[in-house]
């Protein structure tokens, strides 16, 4: 090897710029590849085999329910119920109108259906408790349906007030409320509605309405679903909905998730590039300081870049979230073999070789280190590949492959380069550490036993805490939880209305689903199972009967006719006599007390406007005030008298858009099962999965993909772990031809990574589905410097030190160069790509001080080799 490495160089002395000059092509060559063949693919589900017998039901789930992948969760919030409805019907509407960018979009609980048969969905004892609510508040709804002005309502609120305690309104403070905060709103020149439909029929769930809408998904572009994400925002803004209405909208659901998951992620990756080259340069000028080299060195680490970018790219074609951090991992390994090869450059020129014979003589006490070390970074890489994990498998590729060109550039182009850029005029040596310093510095070989039992001591440590380190297996952890989809997801889990962890399941028929309904209906952790059949309201004669009732007493007060417009003055009279009504009273209730005072002093503070100002004046506040109190009631009378309606529901009247999302077209029915408990906590989460999957084995959703994909994903690395220590131990062995010299090699290795486990434990960092890649990786990295040093430890000289050679200078600048580009990636704001960046900084720091802490105390004393 060293005659071939002495060939080569002589090669590089005569044909340099020939060299650099082919190079070129071939590099933009490999950038246009690179450019047309990457893309990205955020789906994390994708990461892991097919041939799983999880992802094999998922699969299924999938061919059955189509719709159910990938959908869109518009959270229309705030306002009235009234408005949310409204504003929830019109976006859904709006979106269908857009089927470029929408297969489809609906608002269940606006739906028709659901607004003349919701009653149904009530329990008898809820309909009975709402039939002798509007029974007692009959004759007052009936004046104010009469005269709906303030004349009519302030009489309802003043008889409400004075009702004894056992026949007041539910929710009567509530409405009080809901009345100063309309009155204070017009005073301020705006309209806030009285919230009726949420007084008389019930409000939305959290005080929102659910949009569901399926994007076209365009894998064309960057953001497959991100044409249709920025549309919802553009429609809603066209809609009006934020300004009279209060209406927000809040994007979440598998696509948003996603989106924004893959912006994070590709904004990370980018930055932490650019910030990883910036270190790399800072610390090669410190090293090296040398413009020449560093820009040699500059050149080599783009060149294996691109190169390694198109391989990406044939090979792979779509990086996933893991496999996308490749190019920080490139800059911080490629440019190792670039540090080492100009550190022994310059030590032959400082020591008074000419500059082709310095050339000559890097490439000669190097290379073959250098050759190996690729050949064992390698393996650790390869390792990933027959695991069934995907995500790294392809890593793994890209990394072991990418370590060869990194290698074959580094031997071909940076000699060829530092020809053509000439010898520099001159080169300081490099300074002495001092008597002191360089005591301290070779410690480790002066103390071989302390250092041994420092490194036994670790050991113990490791042994004890390590085991303690867990996986986090919920994939949501991996995303800023400031985005909007991500809190918003969140929320929805705290509330579990809807529950967006569910686990469905499918069954051949409508027996077996109501029997697996019911099993899982037995178990702790599931709140409800339901099916097809669970939207056919049961009791259905009763409750008919007691709606029927409703719809009889309230039928004069639905069909009765409106009086006169009051006028300004009449409806001043009227909020006059209220608040002196109000003066005094005391209801026994301090919540209503509180209310009832909050809203004399705002209609106090209302007539007092009211008097100062000129006619049109007053006109236009008391609009305000009406549109507030009433500008919701007509439509909710309107809601009323339509679920007093109630049709017959079965299974085949349905709507088609419940029937069609849980009867397949093959005949299978559809079972969900939702958690009891809040899943933010991941234990919930493992909980109700292990549950559901003992009476399911089919069940399909995120807490079994969590809970199974990290499963596998924790036996890959074990495996690859175990296989690329194997693999290294054994290549080593025969390529130093020494079993106490491989030995010492992977004995530091092997005490990092123990290090590195209690120190996650130590710092609260789990291990996850990114991370859980640093300490595969810190084996195939730290086997690099272990290999140099104890290379360069058979050239030494009696009365030489390892760790004051230009090796150890080596190992040092190069492990620097990886930690900033591992550390770049700790800023990143997606949290699977931050620890990622964190762990692996740990690692590979700890991996360079037992390098050249342990390493030197572990080989025997000697000069010369």
Known sequence: MLRRLELLGGAMLRRAWLVVALFVPITIGAGLVAMSTLGVNTDTSAMVSDDLPWRVARADYARAFPDESLSVLVLVEGGTQELREDGAAGLARALRARPDLFLDAEAPTADPFFQRNGLLYRDVGGLEAMERALGESAVALAALVRDPSIRGVAPLLMAAVSAPSDRRP??????????????????????????????????????????????????????????????????????????????????????????????????????????????????????????????????????????T????????????????????LYIGLGIDYAIHICL?????????????????????????????????????????IPTAFKGV???????????????????????ALLVVFGRPRRY????????????????????????????VVGALVAIVMAPRAVFDQNRLNLQDPGQESVAAFNELM????????????????????????????????????????????????????????MGRALAPVLNSESVSTPSVEDEMGALRALRAGLTGLEAGDE???????????????????????????????????????????EATMGSLALALTPESVSIETLPESIRSRWLALDGRWRVEASPDEDLNENEAIWRFAREVLSVAPGAVGEPVSGLRGGRVIVGAFVQAFVTALVAIFILVLVLLKSVRDALVVLAPLLLAGGLTGAASVWFGTPFNFANIIALPLMLGIGVDSGIHMVHRARYLRPGESLLTSSTARGVLFSSLTTICSFGSLAISTHLGMSSMGTLLTIAITLTLVCTLGLLPALLPRRGGG
């Open 393 to 415: 498998s392809e890593l793994g590729l890209i990394a072991g492959v990418g370590m060869f060109i990194g290698l074959i550039v580094n031997l071909l182009l940076l000699p």
């Open 591 to 633: 919540r209503l007390d509180e209310a009832a005072g909050e809203l004399r002093e705002q209609i106090g503070g209302l007539l007092g406007d009211l008097d100062g100002a000129s006619h049109d004046e007053r006109e236009r506040i008391l609009s305000r005030v009406r549109e507030g109190l009433l500008g919701s009631f």
């Open 309 to 328: 970018a198109a391989f990406a790219g044939v090979a792979v074609g779509d990086l996933n979230l893991i496999s996308v951090a490749f190019a920080v």
């Open 170 to 307: 539910e929710g009567l403070d509530g409405l009080l409320v809901e009345t100063s905060l309309a009155i204070d709103a017009a005073r301020r020149g705006q309209v806030r509605r009285v919230a009726w439909q949420d007084q008389l029929l019930g409000g939305g769930a959290g005080g929102r309405v659910l949009v569901l809408a399926r994007p076209v998904l365009d894998y064309s572009a960057i953001f497959p679903a991100g044409a249709a994400l920025d549309a919802i925002e553009e429609i809603g803004a066209g809609l009006d909905l934020g300004d009279e209405r209060e209406l927000t909208l809040r994007v979440t659901g598998e696509a948003a998730l996603a989106t924004d998951e893959l912006r994070s992620a590709a904004g990370g990756a980018g930055m932490a590039t650019a910030l990883a080259m910036l270190g790399v340069l800072v610390v090669l000028y410190i090293g090296l300081q040398s413009a020449r080299m560093m820009l040699a060195c500059t050149i080599t680490l783009v060149v294996g870049l691109i190169g």
């Open 494 to 549: 705290a509330t579990g209305d809807p529950a967006p962890y569910a686990l469905n399941m499918l069954a051949p028929d409508r027996a077996s689903a109501e029997e697996l309904r019911s099993k899982l209906e037995s178990l702790e952790s599931v709140r409800h199972a339901r099916t097809v059949a669970s939207f056919v309201p049961r009791e259905q004669e009763a409750k008919r009967a007691i709606i029927g009732r």
């Open 344 to 384: 022994r450059y310059r030590e032959a020129v400082v020591a008074g070789r000419s500059h082709g014979a310095a050339v000559l003589v890097a490439l000669r006490q190097t290379g073959p280190a250098l050759v190996v070390c690729a050949i064992t970074t390698s393996v650790g890489f390869f390792a990933f």
């Open 428 to 455: 300081r040596p490099t300074p002495g550490l001092g008597a002191f310093a360089t005591r301290v510095v070779t410690l480790p070989e002066r103390r071989r036993w302390v250092f041994r039992g420092l490194g």
